[in-house]
């Protein structure tokens, strides 16, 4: 049994709703989280000379989540604005958590497949080796 059309667009107006304020405030959220971690690190670090001769990578401490995790704790600014960039990453996955949510909710089971298909390559991009 389908849903009348008027329940239909009500839902999915909701739908839209949440995920344009959850689009907005992952973004903005996420954004300051770096500034935070940017003034920090400015006044940690902001009058030492620049060398551009030396290259050195990220360190193995950032490259993980446990290890991004840890240095928000300790607290250390690179840590900090790491945090931000992954829950810049992480906004529009979880858009994809709830638009799937909201599809299996109206029982649309084509766009339910296409969303978990969608939410499937998106974490395997993530964590995939």
Partial sequence: MKPSPEIDKSGN????IVLGNLLRIGVIVSASVVLAGGVIYLIRHGVEPVQYHVFRGE????????????????????????LGFLLLIATPVMRVVISLAGFARQR???YVTVTALVLTLLLYSLFGT
């Fill in 13 to 16: 107006r909701r739908i839209e």
């Fill in 108 to 110: 649309d089971w084509i």
């Fill in 59 to 82: 360190p193995s401490d950032l490259r993980s989540v446990a290890g991004i995790l840890r240095d928000v704790f300790l607290p250390m600014s690179r840590g900090i604005i790491q």
